[in-house]
C-alpha cells in the first residue's frame, strides 16, 4: 500500500509538489520560530494587574468591543488563574526579550552564506540537514528551559543558527525550477510562514491549556520530523536531478529557464554585487519589511495578551488573524501583479515601487492609527490585521526583486539581504522591553509602534527613489560568459564539421552519378 500511495504521488507534475514543499517548508520554519512568543506567556506568571490599562479603560464602558469581554473587567481575566502544566519560571522582561530575541543573534550569519551554501551543495541537502536540526533543538527546549534561561538562550540561539539557512536555499530552489511565467506562484509559496505562523498561534494556546508547555515544544518537533520524509523523497536540486519527473515536464522547464541559470559551484561576483546601488536599494526595502513583520511575530502575543486583554487561548487567536490576512491578501497581490505584467500595463521597475505603497506605506500608517484607537479591542485587532494584509504585497517588492536584479544568484542576494535584515528580530525585542519596563499601557507600547512605522515608510521611500527591477550585468559572471563563449566555440566548430562532412556525403554520392553518365 505505501508504493502505491507514492505512484500517486508521482502522477501529480513535479512543480505542483514543488511548490507544496516549499510552502509547507516555510511553515514548518516559522511553526519552530514562533511558538516560543505565545509559550513565554505560559511559562512565566503575568502581572496580577495593570493598573494603568485598567483606568484608561474603565472610563469608557465601551471601550471594550469584544462580546467576549464586554461585561468582565479585563484585569479580572489577567487575575483568573491558569492551570498550566510544566510548572512556571520567574523571568524578568529582560531575560525574556534575551530568549526571543537569541534566535536571531546567528540567524543573520546563516542566512549570509545559505545561499551560497545551497547554489554549492544544493538546497535539497542543506534544507533537509537544517530541518533535522531545528527539530532535536525544538524537542530538548522543554529540558533547557528547567535547567536555566541561558540553556534556552543556546538551544534557541541553534535553531536560529539552522533556521537561516532556509529562505536562501529555498530561492535558489526556486531559481532552478521556476520557469518565468510560474515565478510568481512559486515565490507566493514562500508566504507557507505566515499559514505556519497562524497554525501554530491557534493551536498553541489549546495545547498550552489542556496539556502543558512542553507539548508546544513536541508537537511541532514530531510534526518537523514527518516533514523530512517527505522532502526526501518529493524534492530534487534540479529538474536533471529529479529520478520520477517527465521527460515532457523536464523539457519544459529547461526551455522555459534558458541559459539565465547554471548550477556554478564558483564564488559570486561580490565585489559587484557589494557595489551596486539598485541592490543596496532592496537591502533596506527588505529590511522594513523584515522589521515590521518581526514586530508583530515576537511582541504581538504580548501585545495582545497584556494591552487588550486577551486571555491565553484568545491571544493565540487573535495574534495568528494579521498572518492568515497577509496570506490570502499575498495571493490577491501576486495575481494582480502577474496580470499587470503579462499585458504589460506596466514595467517590472514601476511594479517594484508602485507596490511599495501597499507592502511598507500603508502597513506604516496603520500601526500609527492603531495607538490611537484606545481600548476599542475590535478596532485595534483590525489595525494589525490590515497593517499585516496590506504587507502580503511584499510578494511584488522585496520578495521578489533579487530575482529581477540577479536570478543566477538569487540565494546569494537573498541571503545577504536576509543577513541585513535580521537583525531586526533581536532589535524589536529590545527596544520593547526597554520602552514596557514601567507597565503596559498605550503610553509605554505608543514609542514601540512608532518606531516601526517610521522603519516601514523611510524604507520605501528609499526603494521607490533608487530601486530597478532590471536584470544586472553582474548576473552573467565572468565564468559564465567564459563558458557561454567557449561552448559558442565549441558549437561554431561543430557546425564547420558538420559542414564539411555533409559536403563529402555529397561528393560521394555525385560519383556513382558521374560514372553512369559517361557510361
Known sequence: MPVINLKIIDIVPVRVNLWIMIFTSCWVVYMLRVNMSLNLIAMVPQ????????????????????????????????????????????????????????YFWCYPITSLVGGMAAERWGPRYVILATSIMSALLTVISPA???????????????????G??????????????????????????LMGGTLGTVVTWSLTGPLLER????????????????????????????????PRISISERKYILDALGDKIKKS???????????????????????GNLWGLYFIMTVGPKFVSSVLGFELTAAGVISALPYLARLFMATIFGAVGDCILAKKLMT?????????????????VLLVLLMYTGCSTALSVAMITMSMGFNGAATLTNLQNHQDLAPNFAGTLYGI?????????????????????????????????????????????FFILFGTGNIQDWNFSESGKNESKAKTKTDDANDMNDTSKNGQLRDLKEIPTSITTRT
Request: proline letters at 7%; aromatic letters at 16%; glycine letters at 8%.
Open 265 to 287: 559551484k564558483g564564488l559570486p561576483p561580490f565585489k559587484s554585487i557589494c557595489t551596486s546601488f539598485p541592490f543596496l536599494a532592496m537591502i533596506i526595502l527588505h529590511f
Open 47 to 102: 502581572p496580577a494587574k495593570n493598573i494603568s490599562l485598567r483606568n484608561q479603560c474603565s472610563a469608557d464602558p465601551k471601550g471594550v468591543l469584544n462580546n467576549s469581554l464586554r461585561h468582565v473587567d479585563i484585569a479580572e481575566i489577567k487575575e483568573a488563574p491558569r492551570q498550566i502544566q510544566g510548572g512556571s519560571f520567574n523571568w524578568s522582561k529582560d531575560q525574556q526579550a534575551m530568549i526571543l530575541g537569541s
Open 348 to 364: 517590472t521597475t514601476v511594479i517594484r515601487k508602485f507596490f511599495c505603497l501597499f507592502s511598507h506605506v500603508l502597513p506604516g
Open 417 to 461: 539581504a536576509n543577513f541585513i535584515g535580521s537583525t531586526s528580530g533581536f532589535f524589536t525585542p529590545m527596544i520593547t522591553a526597554y520602552f514596557t519596563r514601567t507597565g503596559d499601557s498605550f503610553d509605554q507600547w505608543r514609542p514601540v509602534f512608532f518606531v516601526g512605522a517610521s522603519v516601514y515608510v523611510v524604507s520605501a521611500i
Open 211 to 242: 496539556y502543558g508547555w512542553p507539548s508546544a515544544f513536541y508537537v511541532p518537533a514530531g510534526l518537523t520530523f514527518i516533514w523530512c520524509g517527505f522532502w526526501w523523497y518529493l524534492v530534487a536540486d534540479t529538474p536533471n536531478d529529479h
Open 144 to 162: 533547557a528551559a528547567r535547567l536555566h534561561y541561558i540553556a534556552l538562550v543556546i538551544v534557541r540561539f541553534f535553531l536560529g543558527f539552522a
Open 164 to 189: 537561516g539557512f532556509m529562505y536562501p536555499a529555498l530561492h535558489v530552489l526556486v531559481a532552478r525550477w521556476a520557469p518565468p511565467e510560474e515565478k510568481g506562484k512559486f515565490i507566493s509559496a
